[in-house]
């Protein structure tokens, strides 16, 4: 005969997987209800007026960037004139892109509309706090004086989709860009 006591523990075991394996497959199609997946390009523009000789720094919040393969797009444009005021000597400048080491995206540095990456090479810094971050340092840029010119960069982001792993959920990407102008 069977034990009435081993009968009723096997059913609740039962009734209990059953219920978990219906509630996980619940939970499933629940959250593909509300998820959905998007594709497109992202531009934003930066401006860097370098009329008057000091360093400007622009930070750039990257937390749109998906791992989906695809490339994120920023405009930076670097101009020696601003409001019909142009620069009254010769300049120089040098740009400076610093970024945080968290997630394993790639960048790319396109000037002028050229398809030459000019990004520079890749240099590990730490800072005070012990943090660790990527500084790259592209070519070298001028303006001659009285003259308005406008230097064009386009900042390729690529965050690639075999990264899709929720160890880079809720990570947070930022890139500094500073630009250093000198007098000539």
């Known amino acids: 005969m069977l034990n009435k006591h081993r009968f009723k523990m096997f059913n609740s075991i039962t009734i209990s997987v059953f219920c978990l394996m219906s509630a996980l497959f619940l939970v499933r199609v629940v959250f593909s209800i509300f998820h959905s997946d998007t594709s497109g390009s ?24 998906e791992p989906n393969g695809q490339n994120y ?11 019909g005021k142009t620069s009254e000597v010769d300049m120089d400048y040098t740009m400076q892109v610093v970024t945080t080491t968290n997630i394993p ?32 340092s592209p070519q070298v840029g001028s303006f001659v004086h009285d003259v308005q010119k ?35």
């Open 42 to 65: 992202i531009s934003n523009k930066i401006a860097f007026y370098v009329i008057d000789p000091v360093p400007q720094t622009e930070e750039i919040k990257i937390g749109e960037v």
């Open 73 to 83: 797009s920023y405009s930076i444009e670097v101009s020696n004139f601003k409001n």
């Open 105 to 136: 995206v790639t960048y790319k540095l396109y000037a002028n509309n050229n398809d030459t990456d000019v990004i520079g090479t890749r240099e590990i810094i730490q800072d005070n706090n012990g943090m660790y971050f990527f500084k790259y």
């Open 150 to 184: 406008t230097d064009t960069y386009k900042l390729v982001i690529n965050f690639p989709s075999s990264y899709r792993n929720a160890a880079y959920q809720d990570l947070i990407e930022t890139v500094s860009i500073t630009i250093d102008v000198k007098q000539v």
